[in-house]
């Protein structure tokens, strides 16, 4: 065991609430050994450290146990949303504040507590009167939607200044549209192209209103609304939301645009080549086409410009438009990250640290500095893993450790072979192999160790370490479910779902949900508890489907057009927040109205919230 790890426990296991409190967030999220594997990872002792501290007062772990508590999918606890609400409470009246915004959002969404929108502002006020840029935003939000404070747009714009100044993308998204349409200040084009320029460049935070941002930075260009007019610039924001789904920017680059921005390529343009190379390979006003994209990102990046040479390396690196060549992905990489672009760098870092013949450890650790020092999360979390990991004593310690570990298993102790072949399966030790990690967790999972049959399920699905055998995968799922009633294990359901015969038995017997031939049959006649039904799962990509909120507004709209009340609600919400379909006021309250004429309560809000924009 490393050294640094072994000082954390001697000093939790004296009682030291900060120690205890450190040692849950490394059995939470794990650690990184020498070779990049994520280790350590182990909800249920979390639990147990968190504990720990948080009977002491120690109000970060009072929140973390919050969020387990309050989570209906854990599997490290049984979901309990009182006690949930309990330590969110205890954190929170000691000033912690993303405990107080996790108790705004209990008193929002009814958890553990009779939903209170005044209740709620409150809290969030307190976490925003902190500094807390998330809380800031929020009460920005309850003063935009008037939900438990009165509408004040003066107040908007004043709550989403600071925290758009601490770097909240959507804070800083929903300033920019404040300044354009002059809700709330003054309309200021010049001001709201700065905020959507500022937002648009926090895309790795993966805001989806980051891609908003990148759209309106590219009208504003377009129309030289607060900026000189920019045929390329408003291209290149364009096409930086369309690559990542934004649907008004896909029209944006039509065949005309890029037929204007092709001419500009071949005249030379580097950035040209650049935009373009990302259209053949993203789409985007053109058929995708990876090797046509590589060529113009490769002329652009021959050129100097830095994202074409970070995009041709990563495109080498992975074998995307060109036959995989790592040490050319490193190449083009290095041009970039001299450049100082961040996310070069961390790539750079990452392929010279895991993904070469011959690793180059001090390397990695450089260019992970560089990166970590531009405020690159993964690229600090990278480097405080990789320099835990260098000495020889404590790769010589982990073999040890091994062995203990290996000694345990051999004398039949269940949480020692789990944690063996999870090892083994994980490559901890410097060799991967899933032949020898799914023997462990066999003799752990024949124990009875939940988690051992939950992965001894996992390798008969998919044949890791085993032979493919799918009734073999349905008795060690059903195992594992079997004690944890009411938490289906996703496999089993989705096997459910496509129809194998084993899972379905299980699932009727375990009495798991699940979308099959009946559950459709029933839908198209017209059921419209079934239709409604349907659409949930496929808005929540539970229940054996995957995430679809086209689809789920499909089978919404048939049960609403039935008198569904709960389906008229939620159409209603989806016209209203654009999920699943385009924005519509009208569609929206049309259904608002509906379900409000039926006495539902939530949809007489959303109509006094649609009135409220309006007027």
């Known amino acids: 065991m490393e050294t640094w790890l072994s000082d954390i426990i001697k000093v939790a296991k004296r009682g030291d609430a900060e120690s205890q409190y450190k040692l849950g967030t490394l059995c939470e999220f794990g650690w990184?050994?020498?070779?990049?594997?994520?280790?350590?990872?182990?909800?249920?002792?979390?639990?147990?450290?968190?504990?720990?501290?948080?009977?002491?007062?120690?109000a970060g772990a009072q929140n973390q146990?919050?969020?387990?508590?309050?989570?209906?999918?854990?599997?490290?606890?049984?979901?309990?949303?009182?006690?949930?609400?309990?330590?969110?409470?205890?954190?929170?009246?000691?000033?912690?504040?993303?405990?107080?915004?996790?108790?705004?959002?209990?008193?929002?969404?009814?958890?553990?507590v009779d939903k209170d929108l005044m209740e709620a502002a409150q809290w969030w006020r307190k976490a925003a009167e902190q500094g807390y840029g998330t809380g800031q935003f929020q009460l920005g939000l309850c003063y935009e939607t008037g939900n438990g404070v009165e509408k004040d747009a003066v107040e908007v714009v004043k709550w989403f200044t600071k925290a758009a100044g601490q770097g909240h993308p959507e804070a800083q998204y929903r300033l920019g549209l404040c300044y354009l349409n002059g809700k709330g200040a003054g309309q200021d084009f010049a001001e709201a192209a700065k905020w959507f320029a500022k937002a648009a460049e926090q895309i790795h935070t993966g805001t989806p209103y980051?891609?908003?941002?990148?759209?309106?930075?590219?009208?504003?260009?377009?129309?030289?609304?607060?900026?000189?007019?920019?045929?390329?610039?408003?291209?290149?924001?364009?096409?930086?939301?369309?690559?990542?789904?934004?649907?008004?920017?896909?029209?944006?680059?039509?065949?005309?645009?890029?037929?204007?921005?092709?001419?500009?390529a071949e005249q030379g343009n580097a950035e040209a080549q650049y935009i373009l190379g990302?259209?053949?390979?993203?789409?985007?006003?053109?058929?995708?086409?990876?090797?046509?994209?590589?060529?113009?990102?490769?002329?652009?990046?021959?050129?100097?410009?830095?994202?074409?040479?970070?995009?041709?390396?990563?495109?080498?690196?992975?074998?995307?438009?060109v036959e995989k060549d790592v040490a050319e992905g490193i190449r083009w990489l290095t041009k970039a990250a001299e450049q100082g672009h961040a996310k070069a760098q961390y790539a750079l870092g990452r392929c010279l640290a895991y993904y070469t013949?011959?690793?180059?450890?001090?390397?990695?650790?450089?260019?992970?500095t560089k990166a970590a020092g531009q405020g690159h999360e993964k690229a600090q979390s990278e480097l405080k893993s990789l320099l835990r990991s260098q000495s020889a004593a404590e790769t010589r310690r982990r073999r040890q450790a091994l062995t203990r570990l290996t000694r345990a298993a051999e004398q039949g102790k269940a949480d020692a072979q789990y944690e063996l072949g999870d090892r083994y399966n994980r490559g901890c030790d410097g060799t991967v192999d899933f032949a020898e990690a799914a023997k462990w967790c066999r003799k752990a999972a024949e124990q009875g160790h939940e988690n051992a049959q939950h992965y001894m399920g996992y390798c008969y699905?998919?044949?890791?370490?085993?032979?493919?055998?799918?009734?073999?995968?349905?008795?060690?799922?059903?195992?594992?479910?079997?004690?944890?009633?009411?938490?289906?294990p996703s496999w089993l359901v989705?096997?459910?779902?496509?129809?194998?015969?084993?899972?379905?038995?299980?699932?009727?017997?375990?009495?798991?949900?699940?979308?099959?031939?009946?559950?459709?049959?029933?839908?198209?006649?017209?059921?419209?508890?079934?239709?409604?039904?349907?659409?949930?799962?496929?808005?929540?990509?539970?229940?054996?489907?995957?995430?679809?909120?086209?689809?789920?507004?499909?089978?919404?709209?048939r049960a609403a057009e039935q008198g569904h009340v709960k389906a008229q609600y939620i159409l209603g919400n989806c016209y209203e927040y654009s999920n699943g379909v385009e924005r519509d006021i009208a569609e929206a309250a049309k259904w608002y109205r509906m379900a409000a004429k039926?006495?539902?309560?939530?949809?007489?809000?959303?109509?006094?919230?649609?009135?409220?924009?309006s007027s």
């Open 32 to 58: 990184y050994c020498a070779d990049g594997h994520l280790v350590g990872k182990d909800q249920p002792k979390a639990v147990k450290w968190y504990t720990e501290a948080a009977k002491q007062g120690h």
């Open 65 to 112: 146990l919050g969020t387990y508590y309050g989570d209906e999918w854990c599997l490290a606890v049984r979901p309990d949303f009182p006690r949930a609400l309990r330590y969110f409470r205890k954190a929170a009246e000691q000033g912690c504040e993303t405990a107080q915004c996790n108790l705004a959002v209990c008193y929002i969404q009814g958890i553990g």
């Open 210 to 264: 980051c891609t908003d941002a990148q759209y309106n930075l590219g009208v504003c260009y377009d129309k030289g609304n607060g900026v000189p007019k920019d045929f390329l610039k408003a291209v290149k924001w364009f096409a930086e939301a369309a690559w990542k789904g934004h649907e008004q920017a896909r029209c944006a680059l039509d065949s005309l645009t890029v037929g204007r921005l092709a001419q500009t």
């Open 278 to 321: 990302g259209c053949y390979i993203n789409g985007g006003g053109v058929e995708t086409n990876a090797v046509e994209g590589v060529k113009w990102l490769t002329k652009a990046a021959e050129q100097g410009d830095v994202l074409a040479q970070f995009s041709l390396g990563k495109c080498y690196a992975e074998g995307y438009g």
């Open 357 to 368: 013949a011959k690793r180059n450890a001090a390397e990695a650790i450089r260019w992970f």
């Open 461 to 488: 699905a998919c044949g890791r370490g085993v032979e493919k055998d799918v009734a073999e995968a349905v008795k060690w799922y059903v195992k594992a479910a079997e004690q944890r009633p009411g938490s289906p």
């Open 494 to 557: 989705s096997a459910a779902t496509q129809g194998i015969k084993e899972a379905r038995d299980a699932a009727q017997r375990l009495g798991f949900y699940y979308i099959d031939e009946n559950v459709m049959q029933a839908a198209e006649q017209g059921d419209a508890e079934v239709q409604y039904k349907l659409g949930t799962s496929y808005f929540s990509g539970r229940d054996g489907v995957y995430l679809n909120p086209k689809e789920a507004t499909k089978w919404y709209r």
């Open 598 to 613: 039926q006495g539902y309560g939530e949809a007489r809000k959303g109509l006094k919230r649609l009135e409220g924009e």
